[in-house]
């Protein structure tokens, strides 16, 4: 792009008579700069024109070399500084507009990548992953890469073995032994994928790979007992996940009609909804959510359809607390809170809201640094609505706290305005929540920001 664009500028920058237009292949256009702003804040440039006039040269001006070498000068200048402000211009759209974008596309691989994991573990499951992007190559495949992908993956689990187990609690170490064996020797293990690379199947590699991928995620969260990072202490009074939970919801139809099962089955009135929460990249909000889950805030509640999203029309928000905007950028280790991303600066966030099915909170009414401590909403994401990169332009302004499982997004696209949450349960996680002795009450306004070097206390596991 850079290339292009020096390219771009330097040939403006070539010496031309004064008052004559270049003349262009065809002869009928001419390429002008101009310093009117682009609807898009950068600079206009090198747009073509169809010219009304044939080219010529005022017979009055006298046109020497010194005035070409002249010319040659003002014109490097101009490239120059048009250069360097392009440069400063480009981060500014580079994520919103770039089709190369790496946001995860699904629920399932946002959270697996969000589990704060064996150093091991993580390069196994991106040289898996690797395989996953690979295999939407069309024609034909790079089957050497995929062997490579698998046999680095191979290597790496069977040297790191006594790391990868020993990073588990001990009363969890005999599942991960179990889990760890039917990777590499499993019906869907690593094996098995060079099986399949091996004989060019396509089909049950892909399958098998889901399988490994999912095993992998399995190791994750046992070698992921808590936080893998500080609190800040004046958050301690809030209730928080150390982990992931699951919210089953059971949604009705306000207005008589059914839900239709895409996987066959009879239409019902009611279906149910369940949504992995992560409180490894989002404690507090997961946290307020779970524990709002358990004292049945949510049920009876009525949901609204908008645009791209289902909104839960909750009235209880005005409950007299606060949640602070809470998002953890991808490549740090503990989430912001009041502070959203910049995504056009190349920020992005660990849970992305660019994926059908996120779960989000709205903002508070006050302030968009807080979030509402009740309503949530799913985000039905659509690329059309987006980015050349295929990302939302709310991405980083929301706390996302979890996604809808792959029944669940089919439920979604069914709800309509005036159906109900009939009932929501946390089915798992319940022992991961922690509730302390100020939570039993609301939990407090969220204090002024801290000094700038805040002490800090550790989350409990």
């Known amino acids: 792009m850079a290339s292009r664009v020096v390219t771009t500028v330097l040939a403006g920058a070539l010496p031309a008579p004064p008052h004559a237009p270049v003349a262009v292949a065809g002869g009928g256009k001419v390429v002008e700069w101009t310093n009117r702003p682009s609807r898009h804040g950068g600079i206009r440039c090198g747009v073509a024109r169809a010219s009304r006039s044939r080219p010529h040269c005022s017979s009055s001006s006298a046109w020497t070399a010194e005035d070409g070498v002249l010319e040659l000068l003002k014109s490097a200048v101009a490239a120059l500084a048009i250069i360097a402000q392009i440069s400063v211009a480009l981060p500014a759209n580079a994520i919103l507009y770039s089709p190369d974008t790496n946001v995860p596309r699904t629920g399932e691989l946002a959270l697996r990548r969000a589990i704060p994991a064996n150093p091991s573990m993580k390069t196994i499951q991106e040289s898996l992953e690797d395989i996953s992007y690979l295999l939407r190559i069309p024609q034909r495949k790079p089957y050497g890469s995929m062997e490579g992908d698998v046999k680095k993956a191979m290597k790496i689990a069977l040297d790191n073995k006594e790391a990868m187990l020993g990073s588990m609690p001990a009363e969890l170490k005999e599942k991960g032994s179990e889990l760890y064996t039917s990777l590499l020797e499993g019906k869907g293990g690593l094996q098995s994928l060079l099986n399949y690379i091996k004989d060019k199947d396509n089909d049950r590699l892909s399958v098998a790979l889901a399988s490994s991928l999912d095993t992998i995620a399995e190791l ?62 989002a404690p507090l909000t997961a946290g307020n959510f779970a524990k709002l889950v358990l004292e049945g805030a949510y049920d009876g509640v009525t949901l609204k359809s908008a645009n791209q999203a289902v909104i839960a029309d909750s009235e209880s928000g005005k409950k007299g607390y606060t949640i602070p905007l809470e998002v953890m950028p991808a490549g740090q280790f503990e989430p912001l809170y009041r502070s959203p991303l910049s995504i056009q600066d190349g920020e992005l966030p660990v849970l992305p809201m660019s994926v059908y099915g996120s779960v989000a909170m709205a903002h508070s009414e006050d302030s968009e640094e807080y979030s509402s401590p009740t309503q949530f909403f799913f985000y039905l994401y659509d690329k059309r609505n987006s980015g050349l990169g295929g990302i939302s332009f709310d991405e980083g302004q929301f706390s996302v706290f979890g996604y809808a499982t792959t029944d669940g997004r089919d439920v979604l696209s069914q709800i309509k305005t005036g159906d109900k949450i009939r009932s929501a349960k946390l089915v798992q996680g319940r022992e991961r929540l922690v509730l302390p002795a100020a939570a039993s009450a609301p939990a407090p306004e969220d204090p002024a920001p801290a000094p700038a070097d805040p002490a800090l206390a550790p989350a409990e596991s």
């Open 220 to 281: 994750e969260l046992l070698q992921a007992p808590g936080l893998s990072f500080l609190l800040p202490k004046q958050y301690l009074d809030y209730p928080r996940l150390t982990g992931r939970g699951v919210v089953e919801f059971t949604v009705e139809k306000g207005d008589g009609s059914t839900f239709v099962p895409t996987a066959g089955g009879e239409p019902k009135r009611v279906a149910t909804l369940q949504v992995v929460v992560d409180g490894y990249s």
